[in-house]
């Protein structure tokens, strides 16, 4: 995505950077947000196929095994949905995989302002912290899931805080690196209230991530909160009911 200011002139490209702001931040809060933003930028992919294809092309030594794979899985499912009469849900999530695609040709096409992902992922982040704080605090509910169940919201607010992390990178500005910080910590955070353990798995190779990327913490306030975050998730694994 195009680190410039977004160009509110361009409506295009407005538009697609209100949807892409929409998705990390309708992911937890409502049962229909990844669906609508998923639809939606399927359509407004639709106006983008030339250059969208365009892009694809130009980018398709770097991104054809994700593609081919995503093609794969899906013409196997539809192959075991036919050949062996299985049920219409084996084919939804792998079509679903497929068309993820029209977003990555609408990126690549319009070039929105990235920042519209950063700060839709610190306030998805940050709202999911709200939403099972009042479950779990206010309700008493031992498992807060929000709107999903425990496991897949956790996960999902993990992802949200580990992205809110490389927008962190990302700025670099230390003036700046105070909201994805805040997003950091509150994905964790609710990470944390839901009781799931499972994601944080990944905490294992986004550790090697950061390593091999390093060099790109130059900012020491980056460099803490980083470091912070991962030593909290690690001591928080030990304790009980979280």
Request: hydrophobic share 60%; proline share 5%.
């Amino acid at each position: 995505m195009n680190n410039n200011s977004i160009k509110w002139t361009d409506p295009k490209q407005a538009v697609i950077g209100v949807l892409i702001f929409l998705f990390p931040f309708l992911s937890l809060i409502t049962p229909f947000g990844i669906g609508l933003a998923s639809f939606t930028l399927l359509i407004a992919a639709l106006f983008f196929l030339k250059p969208g294809f365009a892009a694809l092309r130009r980018h398709w030594p770097s991104i054809r095994w994700v593609v081919i794979f995503f093609a794969f899985n899906f013409l196997y499912a539809l192959g075991s949905f036919v050949v062996r009469d299985y049920e219409p849900g084996a084919v939804e999530k792998p079509a679903r995989m497929l068309f993820a695609i029209s977003a990555l040709m609408l990126v690549m096409a319009a070039k929105p302002d990235r920042k519209s992902l950063w700060w839709g992922v610190i306030g998805g982040a940050f709202a999911a912290m709200l939403l099972v704080g009042y479950q779990r605090l206010f309700l008493g509910e031992d498992r807060p899931g929000g709107l999903l169940n425990a496991i897949t919201f956790g996960d999902i607010a993990l992802s949200l805080g580990l992205i809110a992390l490389a927008a962190m990178i990302d700025v670099r500005a230390v003036r700046k690196v105070f909201w994805p910080a805040i997003g950091a910590l509150a994905g964790l955070a609710a990470s944390t209230m839901t009781g799931t353990r499972g994601g944080w798995l990944g905490l294992v190779f986004c550790g090697l991530l950061f390593i091999q990327h390093s060099h790109v913490l130059a900012n020491r306030r980056v460099r803490s909160v980083v470091a912070f975050t991962f030593a909290l998730m690690a001591a928080t694994y030990f304790v009980p009911e979280t």
